[in-house]
């Protein structure tokens, strides 16, 4: 087997080419919808968005380790790293690199080296390499045999994963364990209805032949060669499990799984910067609103010194047991993790003090006599603390109530329903549903001004994430939906930061209406926010001007000169070689009062929930406050 990079010259890669050779090649065109291709191609310029949309179908060369500086050093997990690389192979096949320690010259290309770019002292570059040329050589009497894969699957396996059961969609009849099989991918394909799809069914049988399933659609989508992990009948029988061991790749990278765990973590250096452009300082109350899956959580903990709070909020119950074990293994305890919709971030103001009982574990004295349960509940205050509640059964025909240990004279009614309910809960151990037995507290939102800064990395079209090998399920309505979505998000982030305080916005997308022209609708609504500097600055600048989209029906308004100097945006193309990434950092000054009158109200903790335009409201019709009995622009106008 020959394998060589596409940018060497090397004997054998040249001298016995495979049959088919521009076949079994990896050469992706990235589709897009064309109206999205125009709109891009009009923010960017045609040429260079040709650039980013190659780019954005190949991973980047290399891999970005954050260190847990509370744990280890960076030179230590340098160390480490080179030890194993050299005892257990972790390069995976990386050749003619030199490892470099922290303190030796770097004369050539290393493996394992420091991050270039100043205030990034925590961060690890490891190299890999590619895209290689393969030989797919098998018996000259015999075709190749083939396993087809999800685009999904493809795209892990771009990154360094193996080839799992349920990512495969077909492969070649007689397939056996040991087998060596080429791994194509397909890609969805336009259809008559004018929509996309993939257009194979789960378990067709391929016969080298060109009247194969999408045989031409295939050409120049191979990513690699493996070893059968099992025969072609058990990748369709079992549930689970590696069908195919990667043994050549395409692109090369270094595999971390179980690797210095609790020490270093794998994430995009963009979303390292976000972090640190955020600069929370030991002590701080800091928000991140949509933590999953906590990288930047224990980022932002670590820059802490571990001191303060960092809340992370989710709505998905697993993703936050994702969170809190990540904390977990990076022993970090200022991380409260919360099941909570982002746009419910803020708590309204005429709430009751307290929320109500959580879930509870409970213990039962199974005996003849009275029967004793203790329940420890979570009940959150306006201050979002914790109490325990006490529920005492004294016979079984009396009812049973549950006694806050703040508020002992507070009762509230606990269903023998309830109790038989956990009782079997406890007996047969946790549901599917929660796989890892774990309870995460909910919460009903924080007061306005609870903050001293907020990191939202809002959910989006993710259009910057590498590798991607399709983009045609994103219409111009689609995008515009992301963006709706990320301004109400942006609503909820301005009322939770106090005054001096710092928001953080970023997204891993490359369209402009999800990231210049956010910072636009924050800067025209909010006259209190103002776009600052960024450290470290390792992005370029933002996109400049305007965009008419919907047949000029609407004005899609992004920044100006000096305002793109102030914003990072990572283009895949440009040397840095990272995902798409887009970040901007507002410092938020003092909101105008409505009047004299309205300062004396106060609501929960003394902070006004609300405020007013404070420019020319001739454009938003403004709304009768009944409480304050003044008027108010409606385009922030008080909640109540």
């Not at 087997?1 to 521009?22: E, V």
């Not at 004294?394 to 329903?417: C, G, H, I, M, W």
């Not at 609300?610 to 001739?618: E, I, L, P």
Request: proline residues 5%; contains cysteine; charged residues 25%.
């Amino acid at each position: 087997m020959d394998s060589s990079s596409s940018s060497s010259h090397s004997p054998s890669a040249a001298a016995a080419p495979a049959p088919d050779a521009g076949r079994y090649t990896f050469s992706p065109k990235l589709r897009w919808q064309p109206e999205v291709e125009e709109y891009f191609a009009a923010a960017y310029g045609r040429d260079r968005f040709a650039r980013i949309s190659e780019a954005l179908a190949r991973p980047s060369r290399y891999s970005c380790i954050r260190v847990n500086t509370l744990k280890s050093s960076t030179d230590a997990v340098m160390h480490k790293l080179m030890d194993l690389v050299c005892e257990n192979g972790l390069s995976d096949g990386i050749y003619g690199m030199e490892i470099v320690g922290g303190d030796q010259p770097h004369e050539q290309s290393s493996l394992v080296r420091k991050c270039p770019y100043a205030g990034l002292e925590n961060v690890l570059f490891v190299q890999g390499s590619g895209p290689h040329v393969l030989n797919y050589n098998s018996q000259p009497d015999q075709s190749v045999k083939e396993v087809i894969v999800s685009r999904k699957c493809a795209e892990s396996v771009l990154r360094g994963a193996q080839v799992f059961v349920p990512g495969v969609l077909a492969c070649s009849s007689h397939v056996e364990k040991g087998d060596k099989v080429a791994v194509s991918v397909a890609i969805e394909q336009p259809v008559k209805d004018g929509g996309w799809a993939v257009g194979i069914t789960r378990g067709t049988v391929l016969q080298g032949l060109q009247s194969d399933v999408h045989y031409e659609e295939r050409n120049g989508l191979y990513i690699g060669q493996g070893t059968s992990a099992m025969p072609r009948s058990g990748i369709f029988r079992v549930p689970h499990g590696i069908a195919v061991e990667m043994t050549e790749r395409v692109y090369k990278l270094p595999s971390f799984n179980d690797v210095l765990e609790g020490e270093i973590f794998l994430q995009n250096l963009p979303s390292v910067v976000a972090a640190h452009v955020l600069d929370p300082q030991p002590g701080e109350r800091i928000l991140d609103m949509c933590a999953a899956p906590g990288g930047k959580t224990t980022a932002i903990a670590i820059l802490m010194r571990d001191k303060g709070e960092v809340v992370a909020l989710d709505r998905s119950h697993n993703k936050v047991m994702d969170i809190l074990k990540l904390a977990s293994e990076m022993d970090l305890n200022c991380i409260k993790a919360y099941k909570l919709d982002a746009l419910k971030s803020v708590r309204k103001t005429d709430e009751a003090t307290n929320v109500g009982m959580g879930e509870a574990i409970k213990t039962l004295a199974e005996d003849s006599g009275p029967c004793h349960v203790t329940v420890d509940v979570r009940a959150t205050n306006v201050n979002e603390e914790s109490s325990t509640t006490t529920v005492v059964v004294q016979s079984e025909t009396e009812q049973l109530f549950s006694v806050d240990d703040k508020n002992p004279e507070s009762r509230k009614y606990v269903s023998k329903a309830e109790l038989r309910k956990n009782l079997r809960r406890m007996k047969n151990g946790p549901g599917r549903n929660n796989c890892s037995g774990g309870r995460v507290e909910k919460s009903k939102g924080f007061f306005p001004n609870s903050f001293d800064r907020v990191l939202l990395d809002a959910p989006c079209s993710a259009l910057g994430l590498r590798p991607r090998l399709f983009a045609g399920e994103e219409t111009l309505e689609s995008l515009k939906t992301h963006a709706k979505y990320q301004r109400r998000m942006f609503d909820q982030a301005v009322k939770l930061v106090r005054p001096g305080g710092v928001i953080v916005y970023s997204t891993c997308t490359i369209n402009p209406g999800e990231n210049e022209a956010l910072v636009r609708y924050a800067l025209d609504t909010y006259k209190f926010l103002s776009l600052v500097s960024q450290h470290p600055k390792v992005g370029g600048p933002g996109i400049v001007g305007s965009c008419e989209l919907f047949n000029k029906t609407y004005t899609e308004e992004w920044l100006t000169e000096h305002e793109a100097e102030l914003v990072q945006r990572f283009d895949p193309s440009s040397p840095v070689d990272t995902i798409g990434f887009f970040i901007a950092k507002f410092n938020v000054g003092e909101r105008q009062m409505m009047s004299a009158k309205s300062q004396e109200h106060t609501f929960g903790q003394g902070r006004l929930y609300g405020y007013t335009h404070g420019g020319n409201c001739s454009s938003y019709p403004l709304k009768f406050c009944q409480v304050f009995k003044i008027h108010c622009c409606s385009r922030n106008h008080c909640s109540l």
